[in-house]
């Protein structure tokens, strides 16, 4: 069975607070996880949701600022230290390269593992694997930032009825599946499209293109609502999103699932960023994000 869910690592914005850690998520993904904005104390927040580094596959970094960074020093250490015997590539904006650079070589240690760098300058496709298409697109904050997006290809569901109807039974299920056409009948004709599964992660950012475009038609779609509605002259003047504007994104990009999260410590009620978000029109499926929460990724369609 393929795992796809999400392990929230930390939701605090800029400084953690007594029951929030700095922001950092895991997503599984099939056998992959991929490990998104460590802030500090990202590898201790790893043990106690039982994330080891042996679990990472990828790092995305959305920007440089230290509640999306700092935990780069400890969790590279660390993948270092286990000797993780895969390779590991880290994404982050190109402007960012030297404070990439200190993170990583910030104390002495022993390398044993080679890290790919594959930094983000413009929008457009990082990585492409057999269950998704990892894109990147800019988004909009005081430091250059970066959405991430997966996208899994679309399938096909073969349909009982319809292979029944043409006597197609037994291996000539795989044959037609493996070569388009069996006789005279087509694939097309005995199965539907399946589509792939799409989850985005938007952090640090005011509302721009690049928001809709890493949330339209996800499945999951995990969001920043650092502030309330309220406080919307905060959002704008800090370069972030309120919980109504979340909401309104998810519900015009047709998200499923919607996770908020990177909360600003000034907030001590969860479920006003929820009644903003409905308020906002959003009916989906909506988690407010807490600490070692794990979210699984919609079941398909
Ligand atoms: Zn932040």
């Given amino acids: 069975m393929s795992v796809r869910e999400l392990v929230v690592l930390g939701t605090a914005s800029q400084v953690p607070t007594r029951h929030r850690n700095h922001n950092g998520y895991l997503l599984r993904w099939d056998?992959?996880?991929?490990?998104?904005?460590?802030?500090?104390g990202t590898q201790r927040q790893m043990l106690r949701a039982g994330v080891a580094a042996h679990d990472l596959h990828r790092i995305c970094v959305?920007?440089?600022?230290?509640?999306?960074?700092?935990?780069?020093?400890?969790?590279?250490?660390?993948?270092?230290?286990?000797?993780?015997?895969?390779?590991?590539?880290?994404h982050f904006p190109r402007s960012g390269q030297r404070f990439y650079d200190r993170l990583r070589y910030s104390t002495a240690y022993r390398e044993t593992v080679p890290l790919t760098e594959a930094p983000v300058d413009s929008d457009g496709v990082l990585a492409s694997t057999k269950s998704y298409v990892l894109e990147a697109h800019k988004l909009s904050h005081p430091v250059e930032s970066y959405g991430y997006r997966l996208v899994e290809p679309d399938g096909r569901r073969m349909l009982p009825e319809r292979l029944?109807?043409?006597?197609?039974?037994?291996?000539?299920?795989?044959?037609?599946?493996?070569?388009?056409?069996?006789?005279?009948?087509?694939?097309?004709?005995?199965?539907?499209?399946?589509?792939?599964?799409?989850f985005a992660f938007v952090m640090d950012t005011r509302l721009c293109d690049g928001v809709y475009a890493l949330a339209e038609?996800?499945?999951?779609?995990?969001?920043?609502s650092t502030f309330l509605d309220g406080d919307m002259q905060l959002a704008v003047d800090h370069g972030h999103l309120t919980a109504g504007q979340a909401g309104a994104v998810a519900r015009d990009a047709g998200v499923r699932h919607l996770v908020l999260t990177h909360f600003s410590q000034r907030y001590s009620e969860p479920d006003e960023f929820e009644r903003q978000a409905r308020a906002a029109g959003f009916e989906g499926e909506l988690t407010v994000a807490h600490d070692l929460l794990r979210v699984p990724v919609p079941k398909r369609r």
Avoid: K, W
């Fill in 31 to 40: 056998g992959e996880g991929i490990l998104f904005d460590p802030g500090e």
């Fill in 62 to 90: 959305t920007h440089f600022h230290g509640d999306h960074s700092l935990g780069l020093a400890g969790v590279i250490q660390r993948i270092n230290l286990d000797r993780v015997p895969h390779e590991i590539t880290a």
């Fill in 164 to 198: 029944a109807s043409y006597g197609i039974g037994g291996v000539d299920v795989g044959r037609i599946q493996r070569e388009g056409a069996l006789g005279d009948v087509s694939l097309d004709e005995v199965s539907e499209v399946r589509r792939g599964q799409r």
């Fill in 217 to 224: 038609g996800c499945d999951m779609l995990v969001i920043e």
